[in-house]
Nanobody, 115 residues
Framework: QVQLVESGGGLVQAGGSLRLSCAAS????????MGWYRQAPGKQRELVAT???????NYADSVKGRFTISRDNAKNTVYLQMNSLKPEDTAVYYC?????????WGRGTQVTVSS
């Protein structure tokens, strides 16, 4: 069974840092694009950052310069390093990945930033 499992969320004070991880498991031949999305209460899910299989990255304007997406292909894992966190970064963060041509979502991990 192919699945994505996120970890690393939690409660942090404004200005702090967190590192999220998302591991893909199951019978996977190829992992293409990977990315992170987030959904705050009462708001639509939005893109945070994406990374291609070749390492090309893309970021939402709201996180540029503060967040860094990376991946370890040997571990089938994508990371999101989040620095200088703000209360408005509070949301459930979801991993989304193209595994063998099909998109999968993780179940999400809560990130709460206190002021």
């Amino acid at each position: 069974q192919v699945q994505l499992v996120e970890s690393g969320g939690g409660l942090v004070q404004a200005g702090g840092s967190l590192r999220l991880s998302c591991a893909a498991s199951g019978s996977i031949f190829r992992i293409n694009n990977m990315g992170w999305y987030r959904q705050a209460p009462g708001k639509q899910r939005e893109l945070v950052a994406t990374i291609t299989s070749g390492g090309r990255t893309n970021y939402a304007d709201s996180v540029k310069g503060r967040f860094t997406i990376s991946r370890d292909n040997a571990k089938n894992t994508v990371y999101l390093q989040m620095n200088s966190l703000k209360p408005e970064d509070t949301a459930v963060y979801y991993c989304r990945s193209d595994l063998d041509g099909r998109w999968y979502w993780g179940r999400g991990t809560q990130v709460t930033v206190s002021s």
